[in-house]
């Protein structure tokens, strides 16, 4: 071959793989769109937003960006949101390991696209499961989690990490280090208020956000000022209407019970008491993922048959079989206790407003997990968005509690939960505007995530892989 020739084909060559590189870096246009943004609660009438693979590049009108777009999608009368955070699952169950892979493409048809796993059984799973849909290789949506959470010895969640002394504490610490887990979880069933305490201080030292339930032996403001980070669950709120020092005292004294501690929370609540603490823990910069739908199913068990619901086409049996316990666990209250839960449902969602306004952080999570009955995965996270609704929170802000709130609170706001230029491409499309009810967010015309469009054929077809799968699970476990 001549010089010449060879040359051309070296030419050729490099021609293709040049070629071959742009073709890589993808661009693609949501145009005619109504953009919203949930800092502020404006729109952006009829804009293009531009996304060059999984980054939001540009948002500007269709003429400045048609000619960029390989893929173009029009979402004329739609209204694009970011895509939402659920702030607390649970991806549990040593033998549901297939049942809760086949869920995540679940929660992206549901538009949620990113999740807080708030520790459980299976976090080793959870950690590799994290990594692999953050390298691609697994279609999920993005995972942030506590790995295992701390506790005392003998508690009744699976998979807890025990300790009893400071210097088990160090170790699970390390060991946590180890599995480069996203924050640190601590529950109270067996762990004494003074190792919590410690715990907190100690995760707080590491750099780690802490967030957890409350102990009776320890005060939320005992928590507050070591920095936890945020509560899981708005229940242990109704504390604050009370003095909280007087019932830790007095239970610590032996000269109150737990359950009826309970019982005062509940009928000497004080509401100016509660909104002027509230207040202190604004300041102190402890969020709250109130998680309100658990403990509505349950308090309302016995008005609502869950027999039908549609939902349960993802869920195999076996997932499903763990819903018996609470309700078993239930069985034997008597009339009066039904109706003191539904009651304290009731002064918990009422708080929302309250804590809203008092400028303490709401992250909305759905406590979903295959423990938490009829606690459905995504859709659960949709119906407490509606349940923030009743209780009187405005849209916008219930909006933001889903989306940038998460952000803000996993510190992850510089790159992620709100729409504008830089940030990754997490986009929900709309038939409706969710700032007049929020539950708009039922009706997803479409989903952009990892660096793809999902139309409504594709997120539907999802949903049906989902529903196959739980037949085939079931069928193979008969
Ligand atoms: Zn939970």
Not at 25 to 39: G, P, T
Request: glycine content about 6%; proline content about 2%; overall charge positive.
């Amino acid at each position: 071959m001549s010089l010449k020739k060879l040359k051309f084909l070296f030419t050729l060559v490099s021609f293709f793989v040049l070629q071959d590189a742009n073709s890589q870096s993808k661009n693609i246009l949501i145009y005619n769109a109504n953009v919203i943004d949930v800092k502020t609660g404006a729109i952006k009438h009829n804009k293009a937003i531009l996304i060059e693979n999984q980054t939001i590049k540009g948002i500007d009108t269709f003429k400045k960006y048609k000619k960029l777009a390989s893929e173009k999608i029009d979402a004329k009368g739609k209204f694009v949101i970011p895509g939402l955070w659920d702030m607390h699952i649970h991806i549990e169950g040593q033998d549901l390991v297939e049942d809760n892979k086949a869920l995540f493409p679940v929660f992206i048809a549901h538009g949620i696209t990113t999740v807080r796993d708030a520790a459980s059984d299976l976090g080793l799973q959870v950690l590799k499961w994290r990594d692999e849909i953050n390298d691609d290789k697994l279609l999920g949506p993005t995972i942030y989690t506590a790995g295992r959470k701390l506790e005392g010895l003998n508690s009744i969640w699976k998979g807890d990490l025990e300790i009893e002394n400071e210097a088990q504490l160090t170790q699970m610490l390390d060991y946590l280090d180890s599995l480069k887990v996203d924050f640190v979880k601590i529950t109270e069933n067996t762990l004494k208020g003074d190792l919590f305490l410690k715990s907190v201080i100690e995760a707080k030292k590491r750099g780690y956000l802490v967030t957890g339930h409350v102990p009776y032996d320890l005060t939320i403001n005992d928590l507050a000022n070591e920095g936890f980070s945020a509560i899981e669950h708005a229940s242990y709120l109704l504390r604050l209407g009370n003095d909280e020092i007087t019932a830790k005292t007095s239970i610590l004294k032996g000269t109150l019970t737990k359950a009826q501690a309970e019982k005062d929370f509940l009928i000497k609540f004080n509401q100016e008491k509660a909104t002027r603490a509230y207040a202190e823990l604004a300041k102190k910069n402890v969020a709250v993922c109130p998680t309100l739908i658990g403990g509505k199913q349950l308090a309302y068990l016995d008005e609502n048959n869950h027999k039908n619901d549609d939902f349960q086409k993802y869920l195999t049996k076996r997932f499903m079989s763990n819903y018996q316990w609470r309700i078993d666990r239930m069985a034997n209250e008597t009339a009066e206790q039904k109706q003191q839960r539904k009651e304290r449902y009731q002064l918990i969602a009422k708080q929302l407003p309250y804590v809203q306004k008092s400028g303490m952080l709401i992250i909305a999570g759905s406590d979903c997990a295959a423990l938490n009955t009829f606690v459905y995965p995504a859709a659960s996270l949709l119906e407490e968005l509606d349940l923030f609704q009743k209780s009187g929170m405005r849209p916008l802000e219930i909006l933001q509690s889903a989306t940038m709130n998460g952000a803000k609170f996993m510190g992850k706001f510089e790159k992620s939960g709100s729409i504008d230029i830089g940030k990754v491409a997490d986009l929900v499309i709309l038939d409706e505007n969710p700032l007049n009810d929020i539950n708009a967010v039922n009706k997803t015309f479409g989903v952009f995530t990892k660096g793809q469009y999902f139309d409504k054929n594709a997120l539907n077809e999802m949903l049906n892989q989902a529903a196959k799968k739980k037949t085939e699970l079931d069928k193979s476990r008969e």
